[in-house]
């Protein structure tokens, strides 16, 4: 199992470790309920270090990213960020991503159950004139997010953030080394993600801890990341989609831009647009007890299969339990009545619109 | 208290008071699933076998099952857990318990761990 510059300083907190994508990370430190509520009220930092970052340069760069992604690289300018999808001939997505527009080229950061498949992908079909380098062993990622993420970041680093939108990065000094500052995440939050060599972690982690106590600051396990991420109703890839859903599927079509031009997958997403999709990813709400778990049956009121849970959890900010999950289309209106099959039981639920929190 | 209570290897525990038994979890149990957040109870009156999944405990991150350690009929469910499943985290040898069950004649516990025993089983998980 590989480790990330933080493993020590996991264990000295207390977290219970585990085996995620090959990595030994924190699943949680004080508890998923209070960490995810940390998250929602003040701030909490994560270490994302497994997370795989690649970047594309060379004359080829933008040729190859909009070649192996569904979004149009050409709309982004310097500092901006966009969330794409890389897809197979058959529409399939391999991995949802992130792409940052740099000075040079592009950063992809790829998701670490999927960095060496996507690598492999994304090498087998460069573009002429590019150059692919893995830069994830030497860099660690931080995450801050929460409603104090912001007057905590700016302490650090000694800058305002006021202009710094969502979806943006800059490169900013800390300690005479080059740090990658962006305003993302994934907890449905304001908050950032810091890239850095591996050599600062414990020092801005530590101080991350420290500047942030007056905030209220914890530590956030890959547990709460889940029940937040889910709350704010961003798919994960491996459960909500994969190699066997395609974008359109999964509700992601305002990031596939087929007027860029060719890309890996398009014939196959033209056509299924142009068709309709059979099956739709929703959102919905419990009405009745019982939490829908990953892999329980979705049935409509007359108890015939429409689907299957993909995500599920007891919601903490709401109080109740909430999920995602692939019904055939003629169920996938908001509003409309479900049933999910909870172990023996069947409980009513109702498609949502939109996110879950407010 | 917890003197009297006899463990699974399934890290469940039993009080026998005559022919009724009294089912919660171990402490390392509700532990390692972490925040509790729903539990779904049987109904009094189903039957149960031994080795039946008879209630599940639902964590923000996951679900498990607690199994029957015994055959027997569920004469009472902790009622409060409906309102407050963290009781099953705050005090899982008391009032965290889950269900009682009776039993046809006088249980037999003398194959499970008492309470020292199952602490040396459990730093060897």
């Known amino acids: 199992m590989k480790q990330t510059p933080l493993t020590a300083k996991h264990r000295a907190l207390g977290a219970k470790m585990v085996d995620y994508a090959g990595f030994e990370m924190p699943v949680q430190y004080a508890g998923v309920l209070e960490e995810h509520n940390t998250v929602r009220t003040k701030v909490g930092i994560f270490d994302l270090t497994h997370m795989g970052e690649f970047e594309v340069t060379g004359p080829g760069a933008l040729n190859t990213v909009n070649h192996v992604t569904t979004n149009d690289a050409s709309l982004l300018k310097e500092g901006e960020i966009q969330y794409t999808c890389l897809t197979k001939e058959d529409g399939g997505i391999i991995d949802d991503i992130l792409v940052y527009r740099t000075a040079g080229g592009f950063w992809l950061v790829v998701n670490a159950s999927n960095a060496a498949k996507d690598y492999a992908w994304i090498e087998q079909h460069l573009q002429p004139e590019t150059q692919l380098k893995d830069l994830s062993d030497e860099l660690t990622l931080i995450a801050v997010q929460g409603p104090k993420s912001a007057p905590l970041v700016e302490e650090i680093l000694g800058l305002s953030l006021t202009d710094l939108k969502n979806y943006t990065f800059i490169e ?7 740090l990658l500052l962006s305003r993302t995440g994934y907890t449905g939050e304001d908050g950032f993600e810091l890239y850095f060599p591996n050599a600062l972690a414990e020092k801005l982690w530590d101080e991350c801890l420290a500047k942030g106590e007056k905030y209220g600051v914890e530590p956030i396990g890959l547990g709460a990341r889940d029940s937040l991420r889910l709350e704010a109703r961003m798919p994960l890839y491996g459960n909500d989609i994969g190699e066997d859903t395609s974008p359109l599927e999964a509700g992601l079509t305002r990031f596939v831009k087929f007027d860029k031009g060719h890309f890996i997958g398009r014939d196959f997403l033209e056509k299924q647009k142009e068709e309709g999709v059979q099956r739709r990813l929703v959102a919905f709400t419990m009405i009745d007890k019982g939490i829908p778990r990953q892999g329980y049956p979705l049935v409509n009121l007359e108890g015939e299969e429409i689907g299957a849970v993909t995500s599920g959890t ?7 339990a909430i999920g995602m999950g692939y019904v055939d289309v003629a169920y996938a209106k908001a509003d409309t009545e479900i049933q999910v099959q909870v172990r023996k039981k069947l409980a009513r639920a109702k498609i949502i619109k939109g996110r879950f929190l407010a | 208290m917890s003197e009297q209570l006899r463990f699974t290897k399934e890290h469940e525990w039993l009080l026998v008071k005559g022919n ?10 509700q532990n390692e699933l972490g925040d509790i957040v729903f539990v779904d109870l049987p109904s009094v009156g189903d039957q149960v076998e031994e080795g039946e999944g008879i209630a599940a405990l639902e964590s923000v991150k996951a679900v498990s099952d607690v199994y029957s350690p015994v055959s027997g009929e569920i004469v009472a469910v902790n009622e409060a857990l409906e309102d407050s499943p963290e009781l099953v985290n705050e005090s899982p040898l008391d009032a965290g318990w889950i269900v009682e069950i009776e039993v046809e004649g006088v249980a037999q516990t003398g194959d499970l761990m008492n309470k020292q025993e199952y602490e040396a089983f459990v730093k060897g998980v």
């Open chain 1, 314 to 320: 007891h919601s903490p900010t709401l109080d109740h």
């Open chain 2, 20 to 29: 009724i038994i009294r089912v919660g979890i171990s402490d390392y149990a």
């Open chain 1, 172 to 178: 900013v000094t800390y300690e005479d080394v080059r």
